[in-house]
């Protein structure tokens, strides 16, 4: 059954770049976040209150769920929105598969018992090459190149995934397996949490939308019930069953969907260097995780 909710994640949030980018198009990056996580907390709560469940009590997992709302809904999701007004969808996508690699050092700087071995080095070198092609720092200096200039919101989904990675993290070591809730609630706390975040900012952030179009109303709707909503329970039971690290290969699938959306509705270019850049991430990642070996395997890679 987790393999079903893996498959659904990734074309959830392999999708989710076409309507960000659709979205943009009429409102601002911070109203498209506060709108998203907002349907999102109510789509967790109907759930909750549907199916009868209670709402946790102890006051130390809603402060880790928190911060794991704060690193897996607001600051990436902020990033990749206002990254979306300048790049491609596709490359948006791309870029988001670099989470895993991202969740394994941090997880090496939070988890003590992770290490860094010989293998672990080699993928993690492997995957910053890929990064740095992807970027395509010769494309900078390219007035033709139609990405040229969008270094800073390159960088903003490389933050992005930063961010997914300490959540990932966090909730691997504080959070699962160390309380007595299911996923669907676990996740309604979580997006409930990140979306009040947001409506505290709501003072702060442009809203003055006249009407929206019945595409972009779809296209909210579709990031906050399924992106931000439903997504969050079967991640959250992908990271119990499977573990931080497995459970972020999410990113493998959805960039491959993201690219082909791009190009087939929104009729994106994709340069040569992004999916190159994107395979060798991912040969990365898969060397780190001991997927790919370098040599036979020995009781010393346990």
């Known amino acids: ?26 409102i601002s990056p911070a109203y498209l976040v506060l709108l998203r996580l907002s349907f999102g907390a109510i789509t967790l709560m109907a759930i909750l209150l549907i199916t009868r469940r209670r709402l946790p009590r102890e006051p130390k997992l809603y402060l880790h769920l928190a911060v794991v709302g704060i690193f897996l809904c607001v600051l990436p999701l902020l990033l990749f929105a206002w990254a979306g007004q300048f790049i491609p969808s ?8 670099t989470t895993p ?98 409506v505290a900012f709501v003072p702060f952030i442009d809203i003055n939308v006249i ?27 992908i990271v119990n069953s499977w573990g931080a690290a497995p459970a972020s290969t999410v990113t493998y699938l959805s960039p491959l969907i993201g690219v082909i959306l791009g190009v087939v509705v929104l009729n994106e270019d994709v340069s ?15 060397i780190t995780q001991k997927v790919v070996r370098l040599r036979p395997p020995s009781d010393k890679d346990d």
């Open 1 to 26: 059954m987790t393999a079903l909710w893996f498959i659904l994640l990734s074309i959830t949030w392999g999708s989710s770049f076409l309507f960000i980018k659709l979205a943009l198009e009429e």
């Open 101 to 198: 690699l991202m969740t394994l050092l941090i997880g090496l700087a939070i988890i003590p018992n992770e290490k860094l071995n010989g293998s672990r080095l080699i993928g993690i070198f492997i995957g910053g090459i890929g990064i740095l092609t992807v970027l395509g720092p010769w494309q900078f200096f390219d007035s033709a190149n139609p990405i040229q200039g969008t270094g800073f919101a390159q960088i903003a989904c490389l933050l992005g995934t930063a961010s997914y990675g300490i959540a990932f993290t966090w909730m691997r070591r504080f959070v699962s397996g160390k309380f007595q809730y299911d996923s669907p609630t676990l996740a309604a706390v979580q997006v409930g949490l990140a979306a009040l975040l947001m």
């Open 90 to 97: 596709g490359l948006s996508a791309i870029y988001n598969a």
């Open 272 to 286: 040569w260097n992004q999916p190159v850049g994107g395979v060798i991430t991912v040969l990365g990642i898969l």
């Open 211 to 237: 009407a929206f179009s019945p595409l972009v109303i779809v296209s909210v709707l579709i990031l906050g019930i399924f992106g931000s909503g439903i997504a969050y329970i079967w991640n959250t039971r």
